[in-house]
C-alpha cells in the first residue's frame, strides 16, 4: 500500500472575537474553572483540602509506584535511542535548512532557568545533604548515616533524581512538539504530538481534553516549583534583616507567603507580557551569569576536592547503579516500620515525588523548549536539552552539596547546616563560610543569593504563564491578551499560596503527584507516536514523499 503523507492540519475552532478571541473557549474556561475551584477548596476549607488531597496522594502512590519509575525509564530509553538512531538524529525540528533562532548561550540559560535552575539553589544542598542522612543503603544497614562511607550512596541517589530521568521527560515532550509544529506544521500545543495515533479526531474533545490535563499538569508542576522558591526567598529576606516573614522553625508565616508572592508574580507577569525574546530572554542570560558567579564561589573556596571526587566518582557510580535503579521497586509488607515500609515508603518520599514533579512540569517545560528549539536536530536537541543540563546538575550538587557534606562530615559546622529548614540550608552554609571573616560579606551573598533566587522564579513564573497561554490558544505563539496573561499570573500566585497556607509545601506535593497521573499516561503517549511518526517519515523518504511543510508556507518564530 502506498503511503500517505503526514498530516498537517489540525484545525482548533478559537473564538473569532470577545474576550477570548484568539483562545479555544473550550479549554481555557474549563481549566480556569478547574485552577479555581482548586484555590477556592484550598483557601475556604483547608483541612478537608488537606485531608482528602492526602488521602488521594497516598492512594496514587500506593497503586501507581511501579508506573511513575518505569515510565520515567522508559523516556530515557526513549530520548537515547532516537539520538543514535541514524535516521532519526539527523531530522531538523524545523524545514531543511533551517537555523536555531537563539545562540546556543541563550538557549542552555533559557533551558536551564525555566527547567530546574531554581531547584538548585534549594536542593543542591538539601538533597545531598539528606541523603548523606538517609538513604535505602542506611536503611538496610549497608551504610552508616552522616559518616563518611555514606558520601557516595548520598550521590547516586542525588544524580538519580535529577540526572538523566528528569531531563528525559522535558526531553521527551518538548521533542515530541517542536517535531510535529515545526516538521508537519502542526498547532504549538499538546494535542497535536498524538496525531500520528488519532489523527483529525484530536480537533475535537479529545484533543481539548489532553490540552486541559496538559494546563492543570502545568500549573500545578510550577505551584510545586514556586512553593519552595517562596519558602526560600522568604528565608533569604529573613538572612537580610527583613524580619517578621518566617516562624522560629524557618517556614513562610502567611505575611511572608503574600510578600514573596506579590513580589515574585509581580515581577513575572510584567516579563511574561514583554514575550520570550526580550524579559525571559534577558532574565535568563542575568540568572545564568549569576549561577556561575556562585558555583564560582563554591568551587574555589568549598571543598574543592571533595566536590571534585563528587562529581567524577559520583557520575561512576550513578551510571553503574543506573539500570538497577531504573527499574527497582521497593514493594511494602505493609507492617509499620519494617525495613520493607520503610523502603517502599523512602521511594514514595523521594523518586516517586520526583518522577511526578518532573512529568507535571514537562507540558511547561517540554512546550518551552520546542518554542526556543526550532532549527535544532533531534541529536542536537536531545544532547542538549538532556546530557548537558544533567552535568550542570551534578556540578552544583557536586560542589554546594559537597562543601556542607565536607564541612558537617569534619565537624567544623557541628550541626548549623543540617538543622536548616531545606531552603535555608544555602545561607546557613554560606553564613558558615564568611561570617568569621566579615559579617558583610555573608549578608552580601545572601543578597546575591535572593536576587538569583528572584530571576529564576520569576523566569519559571512568567514561562509557563506564556506556556499556558499558548496552549488554551491552540497553539498560537503570537502575543496574548493582557488580562489572560494577569489571570494565569494571578491565578498561579493564589495556587501556591492557597496550597501553602492550607498544608505547606507537602499540600503542594500531594496537588501535583495528583495532576501528574494523567499527564503521564499523554506522555508515554508521545513516545509512541513520535517512533512511529519518524519510522513513516523514513519509508515516506525512501517513497519519494514529503514528510515536513513547504519552506514557502512555514513561517518562522515570531521575534
Known amino acids: 500500500m502506498a503511503i500517505k503523507p503526514p498530516l498537517s492540519e489540525l484545525p482548533i475552532k478559537t473564538a473569532d472575537n470577545g474576550f477570548y478571541r484568539g483562545f479555544s473557549v473550550n479549554v481555557t474556561v ?185 494546563v492543570v499538569a502545568t500549573i500545578l508542576g510550577v505551584a510545586q516549583t514556586l512553593g519552595f522558591g517562596v519558602e526560600q526567598f522568604v528565608a533569604g529576606l529573613t538572612r537580610i534583616g527583613i524580619g517578621g516573614l518566617a516562624n522560629t522553625d524557618g517556614s513562610a508565616t502567611t505575611l511572608g507567603i503574600i510578600v514573596a508572592l506579590l513580589v515574585i508574580m509581580g515581577a513575572s507577569t510584567l516579563s511574561a507580557l514583554s514575550g520570550v525574546g526580550k524579559g525571559i530572554k534577558w532574565l535568563s542570560n542575568i540568572n545564568m551569569a549569576l549561577s556561575i558567579f556562585l558555583l564560582g564561589f563554591f568551587i574555589l573556596f568549598g571543598a574543592t576536592f571533595f566536590g571534585a571526587k563528587a562529581f567524577f566518582v559520583g557520575i561512576w557510580d550513578y551510571l553503574v547503579a543506573l539500570p538497577w535503579l531504573s527499574f527497582n521497586v521497593y514493594a511494602s509488607d505493609g507492617v509499620e516500620g519494617s525495613e520493607s515500609f520503610l523502603l517502599a515508603q523512602w521511594q514514595g518520599w523521594w523518586p516517586v515525588f520526583y518522577w511526578a514533579w518532573w512529568i507535571a512540569f514537562a507540558p511547561f517545560v517540554g512546550l518551552f523548549l520546542a518554542r526556543i528549539s526550532r532549527g535544532r536536530s533531534i541529536r542536537e536537541f536531545v544532547l542538549g536539552a538532556m546530557i548537558v543540563p544533567s552535568l550542570m546538575c551534578f556540578v552544583w550538587f557536586a560542589w554546594a552539596g559537597g562543601t556542607a557534606i565536607d564541612l558537617e562530615l569534619n565537624g567544623d559546622a557541628n550541626g548549623a547546616i543540617l538543622d536548616a529548614a531545606n531552603g535555608d540550608k544555602i545561607f546557613a552554609m554560606t553564613t558558615y563560610m564568611l561570617a568569621p571573616i566579615a559579617e558583610f560579606l555573608a549578608w552580601a551573598m545572601a543578597v546575591v543569593i535572593v536576587i538569583l533566587l528572584m530571576t529564576f522564579l520569576v523566569t519559571s513564573a512568567d514561562s509557563a504563564v506564556l506556556i499556558v497561554n499558548t496552549i488554551n490558544a491552540a497553539g498560537d505563539e503570537g502575543p496574548k491578551a493582557r488580562p489572560h496573561i494577569m489571570f494565569w499570573g494571578a491565578a498561579l500566585a493564589l495556587v501556591v499560596g492557597g496550597l501553602l497556607i492550607s498544608g505547606g509545601t507537602g499540600a503542594i506535593q500531594t496537588a501535583m503527584v495528583i495532576g501528574a497521573l494523567p499527564f503521564s499516561i499523554v506522555m508515554a503517549l508521545m513516545c509512541i507516536a513520535l517512533i512511529k511518526a519518524i519510522w513513516n517519515d523514513g519509508r515516506r523518504e525512501a517513497a519519494g514523499v514529503a514528510s515536513t511543510v513547504d519552506p514557502a508556507t512555514s513561517t518562522a518564530p515570531a521575534e
Open 30 to 214: 474549563i481549566s480556569k474553572i478547574i485552577i479555581s475551584l482548586l484555590v477556592v477548596w484550598c483557601i475556604v476549607w483547608p483541612t478537608q483540602a488537606g485531608r482528602i488531597l492526602g488521602d488521594w496522594n497516598a492512594a496514587i502512590l500506593a497503586q501507581f509506584a511501579a508506573w511513575y519509575i518505569w515510565v520515567v525509564t522508559g523516556f530515557v530509553i526513549v530520548c537515547i535511542g532516537l539520538a543514535i538512531w541514524p535516521a532519526a538524529g539527523r531530522l531538523n525540528l524545523g524545514v531543511e535548512g533551517e537555523k536555531p533562532e537563539f545562540s546556543n548561550f541563550s538557549w542552555f540559560s533559557m533551558m536551564f532557568g525555566a527547567g530546574i535552575g531554581v531547584g538548585m539553589l534549594t536542593w543542591a544542598v538539601a538533597e545531598p545533604v539528606a541523603h548523606f542522612k538517609n538513604n535505602p543503603s542506611v536503611i538496610q544497614g549497608v551504610t552508616t548515616a552522616l559518616d563518611a562511607d555514606n558520601v557516595r550512596t548520598a550521590y547516586v541517589w542525588s544524580y538519580l533524581h535529577w540526572g538523566l530521568g528528569a531531563w528525559a521527560c522535558y526531553a521527551i515532550a518538548g521533542l515530541a512538539l517542536a517535531f510535529f509544529s515545526y516538521r508537519r506544521g502542526l498547532p504549538l500545543t499538546i494535542r497535536s504530538s498524538l496525531t500520528p495515533l488519532f489523527g483529525k479526531a484530536l480537533s475535537g474533545n479529545l484533543g481539548h481534553l489532553i490540552d486541559i490535563v496538559a
